[in-house]
């Protein structure tokens, strides 16, 4: 009897200790499966939030138009700006949507398309020179078109503008 009066005492506090151990894991394992339904959640909802491929390349295409319109009336401040909105919107496609749909390679594969003809416009740009602006762009067209083409959407095709569709925008600089 002296063994059980000795024996309990020692064995109690490892009993609740096993029995807080335990119930801390199982704590742990329910918070852990809650965080994993969250992150599923919040997965989900930036898959809603995202913007689709047309919707950025529609904005781009509206970038497109005002390059053009800034460079013919030599705004260069205007110009350089819409450049760097066009490669932004390239970068955010390339991030964004790079494995798209039935695209056979990348979109990161296919952005050489584009890189030369920008670097040409932004050197045209900074010499502030708008016969070789002029042709940069009429060679970011062609690149575009080319994009278009490899990525099975050739039925895309982009011109250079031949009216302001934006009345509501000055694209002349202030003297």
Same mark, same amino acid.
């Given at each position: 009897?002296?063994?059980?009066?000795?024996?309990?005492?020692?064995?109690?506090?490892?009993?609740?200790?096993? @029995?807080?151990?335990?119930?801390?894991?199982? $704590?742990?394992?329910?918070? =852990?499966?809650?965080?994993?339904?969250?992150? /599923?959640?919040?997965? *989900?909802?930036?898959?809603?939030?995202?913007?689709? @491929?047309?919707?950025?390349? /529609?904005? =781009?295409?509206? +970038? +497109?138009?005002?390059?053009?319109?800034?460079?013919?009336?030599?705004?260069?401040?205007?110009?350089?700006?819409?450049? %760097?909105?066009?490669?932004?919107? @390239?970068? &955010?496609? #390339?991030?964004?949507?790079?494995?798209?749909?039935?695209? *056979?390679?990348?979109? *990161?594969?296919? !952005?050489?398309? $584009? %890189? &030369?003809? =920008?670097?040409? =416009?932004?050197?045209?740009?900074? %010499?502030?020179?708008?016969?070789?602006?002029?042709?940069?762009? !009429? *060679?970011? $067209?062609?690149?575009?078109? &080319?994009?278009? &083409?490899?990525?099975? !959407?050739?039925?895309?095709?982009?011109?250079?503008?031949?009216?302001?569709?934006? #009345?509501?925008?000055?694209? $002349?600089?202030?003297?």
């Amino acid at each position: 009897m002296k063994e059980n009066s000795l024996g309990l005492p020692i064995m109690l506090p490892m009993l609740t200790l096993i @029995l807080s151990s335990a119930c801390t894991q199982q $704590t742990e394992s329910s918070n =852990i499966q809650a965080l994993k339904e969250q992150i /599923s959640v919040l997965q *989900k909802k930036m898959e809603d939030l995202k913007p689709g @491929l047309g919707e950025i390349m /529609s904005t =781009i295409h509206l +970038h +497109h138009a005002k390059l053009y319109f800034s460079g013919q009336n030599e705004n260069w401040e205007l110009a350089s700006y819409q450049v %760097d909105e066009i490669k932004e919107g @390239l970068d &955010q496609a #390339t991030e964004l949507h790079d494995d798209f749909k039935d695209l *056979k390679g990348s979109l *990161k594969e296919l !952005r050489h398309l $584009t %890189d &030369q003809s =920008i670097a040409e =416009i932004n050197a045209a740009i900074k %010499d502030r020179n708008k016969v070789r602006f002029m042709s940069g762009f !009429r *060679k970011l $067209t062609v690149s575009c078109n &080319q994009c278009h &083409q490899a990525a099975s !959407r050739g039925f895309i095709v982009i011109l250079q503008p031949t009216a302001a569709m934006f #009345t509501n925008q000055k694209f $002349t600089k202030e003297k």
